[in-house]
């Protein structure tokens, strides 16, 4: 088993959709929770860093953390062409390392 | 701004070749990592340095060995290049452990 599970989609909405991306992990070591953004043809960047359980919210983007229950969220309301990409969790425990989900791909159409 | 630049998007090499892919950062960080990253399986780490000279192994190190000479520089070698190494390679650096991972744009490499 995965230490952290994404379905890697794709995920087809239209455009102004509220879209919830998930991932599920095993490890309940795991203190920082993280969203990256994925560009075609480039490397992930940052969307969302959050530290333990709760809510997060900066602009369009909501991220949860459900540490009972293992399980993270990001939320893009009113979803925008631009926002098409691959999202990738990304979780660090008591160690150093980062584990990644595998990405889901989104794609919003105009 | 912040900035991480692999020398090259893409890459076609033969199966034996030495590869190096190489990787600058702009920020002084202390920490640089080596992913790889293939479909369904995400992101994998492949070896980091914490320090100049300094490295560790991650995930998956097998084929594959690093340098760090300076702090702003960090290289990955393929000593013996395989089909099975085809992928997209991504640098990465970072302030501290467990911050925000600052990418480069990836190196696409096919071994054939």
């Known amino acids: 088993q995965k230490e952290v599970e994404q379905d890697p989609g794709p995920l087809s909405v239209p455009e102004g959709a509220i879209v919830s991306l998930n991932c599920t992990y095993s490890?309940?070591?795991?203190?920082?929770f993280m969203w990256y953004r994925q560009y075609s043809r480039k490397g992930p960047e940052l969307l969302m860093y959050?530290?333990?359980?709760g809510n997060k919210e900066d602009g369009r983007f909501t991220a949860q953390v459900d540490k009972s229950s293992k399980y993270i969220s990001l939320f893009i309301r009113d979803s925008q062409p631009s926002d098409s990409a691959t999202y990738l969790c990304?979780?660090?425990?008591?160690?150093?390392?980062?584990?990644f989900g595998a990405g889901t791909r989104l794609f919003v159409k105009a | 701004d912040v900035k991480v630049t692999q020398s090259s998007r893409y890459l076609v090499k033969r199966t034996g070749e030495k590869v190096f892919l190489e990787c600058v950062q702009d920020?002084?960080?202390?920490?640089m990592f080596w992913y790889r990253q293939d479909p369904g399986l995400g992101l994998r780490l492949i070896y980091f340095?914490?320090?100049?000279?300094?490295?560790e192994k991650g995930d998956i190190p097998e084929g594959y060995s690093v340098s760090r000479e300076k702090k702003e520089r960090f290289s990955l070698i393929l000593e013996s290049a395989s089909t099975n190494q085809t992928s997209m390679y991504l640098c990465?650096?970072?302030?501290?452990?467990?911050?925000?991972?600052?990418f480069g744009q990836g190196t696409r490499l096919t071994v054939v």
């Open positions: 990465a650096s970072s302030l501290v452990m467990n911050t925000e991972a600052f």
């Open positions: 490890n309940s070591a795991f203190q920082y």
């Open positions: 959050t530290y333990s359980s």
């Open positions: 990304a979780m660090i425990g008591g160690g150093f390392k980062t584990i």
């Open positions: 920020m002084d960080h202390e920490n």
């Open positions: 340095s914490y320090d100049v000279k300094m490295k």
